[in-house]
T-cell receptor, first 114, second 115 residues
Framework: GNSVTQMEGPVTLSEEAFLTINCTYTATGYPSLFWYVQYPGEGLQLLLKATKADDKGSNKGFEATYRKETTSFHLEKGSVQVSDSAVYFCALRGTQGGSEKLVFGKGTKLTVNP | DAGVIQSPRHEVTEMGQEVTLRCKPISGHNSLFWYRQTMMRGLELLIYFNNNVPIDDSGMPEDRFSAKMPNASFSTLKIQPSEPRDSAVYFC?????????????FGPGTRLTVL
């Protein structure tokens, strides 16, 4: 079945540091890939997505590139801010049977210190 | 625009009591999802509906859990009887593939504590 594996947290960085959160997936065909972010006390929000190989999703300074050859969708940001402190979830939506189900990774908690 | 609305935001109940969680999806969305989030198990999909019809309930833990969607603007998740291990944050999300958007929009969640 489809699955997502993302790096274990927590991750603690200083402001303006470079961020990478690794995400790899297992799926048949060409799934759509997503990064969601959850701020404290809130629901998940879509951060960015990519729907085909080599697509790059970007938003709020975050980027991720859909790499079919390595089945990866790593999240990066060049300079993090304290306000980026949150839990980040990698997710995929498969292409079989028209399913709308999202499969989520376990989440990576990011703390950015001033 | 109003997002996904969930009520109550917090619920504290005693073991054995019935709990009902409510969700109003975004207007025009035709898919609705119920998730449960715990520290131990992360985010789990419980059930999802398409056009008010349950499509996949394989994530519903057991017969104590039931979900309904009587119309396009309302869904409930019921736990009867509740147990301490049901304590979690329950999220509702909606989406609309027909609109060409496969993004799920999440509500703020209901934090359930079963004593």
């Amino acid at each position: 079945g489809n699955s997502v594996t993302q790096m274990e947290g927590p991750v603690t960085l200083s402001e303006e540091a470079f961020l990478t959160i690794n995400c790899t997936y297992t799926a048949t065909g060409y799934p759509s890939l997503f990064w969601y972010v959850q701020y404290p006390g809130e629901g998940l929000q879509l951060l960015l997505k990519a729907t085909k190989a080599d697509d790059k999703g970007s938003n709020k300074g975050f980027e991720a590139t859909y790499r079919k050859e390595t089945t990866s969708f790593h999240l990066e940001k060049g300079s993090v801010q304290v306000s980026d402190s949150a839990v980040y979830f990698c997710a995929l939506r498969g292409t079989q049977g028209g399913s709308e189900k999202l499969v989520f990774g376990k989440g990576t908690k990011l703390t950015v210190n001033p | 625009d109003a997002g996904v609305i969930q009520s109550p935001r917090h619920e504290v109940t005693e073991m054995g009591q019935e709990v009902t969680l409510r969700c109003k999806p975004i207007s025009g969305h035709n898919s609705l999802f119920w998730y449960r989030q715990t520290m131990m198990r992360g985010l789990e999909l419980l059930i999802y509906f398409n056009n008010n019809v349950p499509i996949d309930d394989s994530g519903m833990p057991e017969d104590r859990f039931s979900a309904k969607m009587p119309n396009a603007s309302f869904s409930t998740l019921k736990i009867q009887p509740s147990e301490p291990r049901d304590s979690a944050v329950y999220f509702c999300a909606s989406s609309s593939l027909l609109a060409g958007a496969d993004t799920q929009y999440f509500g703020p969640g209901t934090r359930l504590t079963v004593l």
